[in-house]
Structure formats: C-alpha cells, structure tokens
C-alpha cells in the first residue's frame, strides 16, 4: 500500500470484530514502530501487547469508568462532544472500548537522574514510534483509535500487567478488525492555511 493511501484511509475506529489480531501481525506492527525516529536513538519505547481477554475486559472497565467520571455533569459543549452523535458514539464506544480484542500501550523506559530535556524528547520519540503502528495498520486493514482515557488508570495498569515502575505510559491504543457495515465518524480537518505557515 502506498504511504499517501495509509494516510487517506486512516481514521480512528471505535466499532470492532471481536477476532483477535494474529500474534504475527501484531509483532510486524511494532516491528515497524520500532523503526521511528528518536532522540539520541534512545529508543525509549516499550510495548506491551494485550491480547488477553480477562484483561482487556479489565482495562475496558477502567476506561469506562473515567469516561463517566469525565462526563458527569458537564454539559456536551464542556465534555468536548460537540454533538449528540458524537456524545452517542462515544458512550457506545467506552461501554466495551469497541469490543477491541487488543490492546497496544507504549511506555516510556525512564532513565535514572534524567536531564529535564529527556521527558519531552522522549514523549515525541514514543509518539513518532505511535504513528509508524498506527499507519502500519491500516495496510493489514487494521482499525485503531489512540485512548486518552486510559490515563488514570496508571497504577491500575502497572499492578494487572506488571509494569516496571521504570516505565511511564505514553499512548494507549486499541487495535482490531473494523465492524463491518459500520459508520466511521469521518472528523473535520482544518483547513492547510489554519496550520501551515510558510516562512
Ligand atoms: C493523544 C490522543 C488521545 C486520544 N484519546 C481518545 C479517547 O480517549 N477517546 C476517543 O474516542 N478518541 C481518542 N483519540 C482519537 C481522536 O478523537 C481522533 O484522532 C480525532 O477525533 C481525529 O479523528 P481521526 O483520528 O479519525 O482523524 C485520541 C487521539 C489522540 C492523538
């Protein structure tokens, strides 16, 4: 698949097939995670790879419930769902995280007396890692969506999977076959000119 394919066709996706994702698929993902930029080449990145269902049904809990805690009480507008059909997809979608049978979270290794650049340096590095497994996906016809909401639960986290203190999380993703016959929420992208200056 072409690059600028990947790119149009990604769209973050809240509705999956229960099916898991081959261990295969997974690995080359992360594979191709492993191959992003970083600084110093440090390579700070640690994946864990959930395909366990006790725990995915655990995690998914979790998120449901800071989902709820996020949205109580604030009006739509507050909770930043702009719109019902936003608010109505996002409440199906933390009811079972999407029914996602996986779950990818990235971590940051820390380093001992780190200098306060690393941090900083070290989330971009996580992230360009992200985006690599992201856009990896959508040529196995994977779906994803990158889960905020999973912050939080970082004790939580640590105690069911065993996390080194070490390792800060940066990105929680959840990784499936989409639902077939359902809608993607297409999102609205700003115009090149609200974002790009050229100098
Ligand atoms: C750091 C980050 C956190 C996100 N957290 C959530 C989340 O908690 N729940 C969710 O439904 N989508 C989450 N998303 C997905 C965004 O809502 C989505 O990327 C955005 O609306 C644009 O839509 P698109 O990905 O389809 O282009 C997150 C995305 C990023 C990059």
Redesign the pocket.
């Known amino acids: 698949m072409r690059l600028q394919t990947a790119i149009d066709n990604?769209?973050?996706i809240?509705e999956f097939e229960k099916r898991k994702v081959p261990k295969s698929v997974l690995k080359k993902l992360v594979n191709n995670a492993a191959k992003a930029p970083s600084a110093s080449n440090a390579q700070p990145w640690r994946f864990y790879v959930i395909s366990s269902s006790k725990k995915r049904d655990q995690i998914a809990a979790w998120t449901n419930e800071t989902f709820k805690k996020i949205i109580k009480d604030k009006s739509p507008k507050k909770s930043n769902m702009k719109t019902k059909e936003i608010q109505r997809i996002?409440e199906k979608?933390y009811d079972n995280l999407g029914d996602a049978p996986n779950i990818i979270l990235v971590y940051r290794k820390k380093e001992r007396n780190e200098e306060s650049y690393i941090r900083p340096n070290d989330i971009s590095s996580v992230s360009a890692a992200v985006q690599n497994l992201i856009l990896s996906a959508v040529e196995e016809k994977l779906g994803t969506?990158?889960?905020?909401?999973l912050k939080g639960s970082e004790k939580n986290l640590a105690k069911l999977l065993d996390i080194p203190s070490s390792h800060e999380i940066i990105?929680s993703i959840i990784i499936g076959y989409p639902k077939k016959g359902s809608k993607v929420?297409?999102?609205k992208?700003k115009k090149l000119n609200e974002v790009l200056k050229f100098i």
């Open positions: 990604r769209h973050s809240r996002a979608f969506c990158w889960v905020g909401t990105a929420l297409l999102r992208k």
